[in-house]
Each structure stands twice: as C-alpha cells, then as structure tokens.
C-alpha cells in the first residue's frame, strides 16, 4: 500500500499490511517483555544492596 501511494486519514487498529502487522509484533513483544520481566527493578536493588554491604566490609565508601 505505501507503494501506490494509499493512505488512510485515520487509523482505526485493522492490520492491513505488512508494517501494520510488524508494529503490532513488537507492541506485543514489549507488553510480554514487561509483564514477564517485572523483578529487573528488585534484581537491581539487590545489587546495589549488596555492593553497599561489601563496601562496608572494605571500609570503603559508596555511591551509587
């Protein structure tokens, strides 16, 4: 459709080609990345705790 030329004024959510079905991939892509991923932020303060901890030990200061 992009060859010819056609474009649509509006966009109501219908698949019609192959760039409407690629965006639709990733969107749902991402919201499965997102939903199933949801512990990174606890991982990440995990880590942050733990480098706290061991730089303590060490007598060392730390800044995140």
Do not use: C, H, P
């Not at 966009?11 to 512990?39: A, M, P």
């Amino acid at each position: 459709m992009e060859k010819i030329g056609t474009k649509f004024k509006y966009y109501d959510d219908v698949n019609r080609d192959e760039v409407d079905f690629t965006i639709k991939n990733i969107k749902n892509w991402l919201r499965y990345l997102y939903v199933n991923e949801s512990g990174v932020a606890e991982e990440i303060e995990q880590r942050i705790k733990n480098l706290s901890i061991a730089a303590q030990i060490e007598g060392e200061n730390f800044d995140e």
